[in-house]
Nanobody, 122 residues
Framework: QRQLVESGGGSVQAGGSLRLSCGAS????????MGWFRHAPGKEREGVAV???????SYADSVKGRFTISKDNAKNTLYLQMNTLEPDDTAMYYC????????????????WGQGTQVTVSS
């Protein structure tokens, strides 16, 4: 059974950093489009960053220059390095996988983790 498990969330002050991790069982990251999403209360779920099977990345405008998505294929782990965090980054963060090697707009992600909470105070 395919399963994704996030970790690394927490509470930090504005300007701080966190690194989220997403481990997988029954899944080979090297083959699929993987992404990080976030959902804050009262807001729609937002795509944060995605990475293709070949390592190509794409970011939401709100996090460009501050967040970095990466993966370690040997460890089958996805990462999201978050720097210069802002209160607006407060949300539940989820990793997800799509059944294709190339990420694209409107792509349906069919495997999701349970989420990890990130809280940024001013």
């Amino acid at each position: 059974q395919r399963q994704l498990v996030e970790s690394g969330g927490g509470s930090v002050q504005a300007g701080g950093s966190l690194r989220l991790s997403c481990g997988a069982s029954g899944y080979t990251y090297s083959m699929y489009c993987m992404g990080w999403f976030r959902h804050a209360p009262g807001k729609e779920r937002e795509g944060v960053a995605v990475i293709d099977s070949d390592g190509s990345t794409s970011y939401a405008d709100s996090v460009k220059g501050r967040f970095t998505i990466s993966k370690d294929n040997a460890k089958n782990t996805l990462y999201l390095q978050m720097n210069t965090l802002e209160p607006d980054d407060t949300a539940m963060y989820y990793c997800a996988a799509a059944p294709t090697s190339t990420c694209s707009s409107g792509l349906r992600y069919n495997v999701w983790g349970q989420g990890t909470q990130v809280t940024v105070s001013s």
